[in-house]
């Protein structure tokens, strides 16, 4: 069992840049391939990057590369999305996702454990 909570999200205005957090509890987070998923109102669920369990590889959504950056710090049990020229179109919640095998995907079904979600507002 994994239990994810996100944080780091807000109001900010476009161009500008925010962080957010994914603090897991349990055991065995080195174990675990992470990825951000975002959700804008009335759309479903999208992809948005993702790091696998060794922590050397990385994925993007095609319209993010080069603007958020993934990364993992095991010993904090924490994931991380660094998100840069932040966009009115980037806002939507945002839910950090884990499932405990090597490989990441771009499929919301192959998560097992998600977090709540922290809402992030970007104004134009």
């Known amino acids: 069992q994994l239990q994810l909570v996100e944080s780091g999200g807000g109001l900010v205005q476009a161009g500008g840049s925010l962080t957010l957090s994914c603090r897991a509890s349990?055991?065995?987070?080195?174990?675990?391939?992470l990825a951000w998923f975002r959700q804008a109102p009335g759309l479903e669920r999208e992809f948005v990057a993702a790091?696998?369990?060794?922590?050397?590889?990385?994925i993007y959504a095609d319209s993010l590369k080069g603007r958020f950056t993934i990364s993992r710090e095991d010993a904090k049990e924490t994931v991380y999305l660094q998100m840069n020229s932040l966009k009115p179109e980037d806002t939507a919640v945002y839910y950090c996702?884990?499932?405990?095998?090597?490989?990441?995907?771009?499929?919301?079904?192959?998560?097992?454990?998600w977090g709540q979600g922290t809402q992030v507002t970007v104004s134009s």
């Open positions: 996702a884990a499932v405990p095998k090597p490989h990441y995907s771009t499929e919301i079904t192959w998560y097992d454990y």
């Open positions: 790091i696998n369990w060794v922590g050397g590889t990385t």
């Open positions: 349990g055991r065995g987070f080195s174990s675990y391939s």
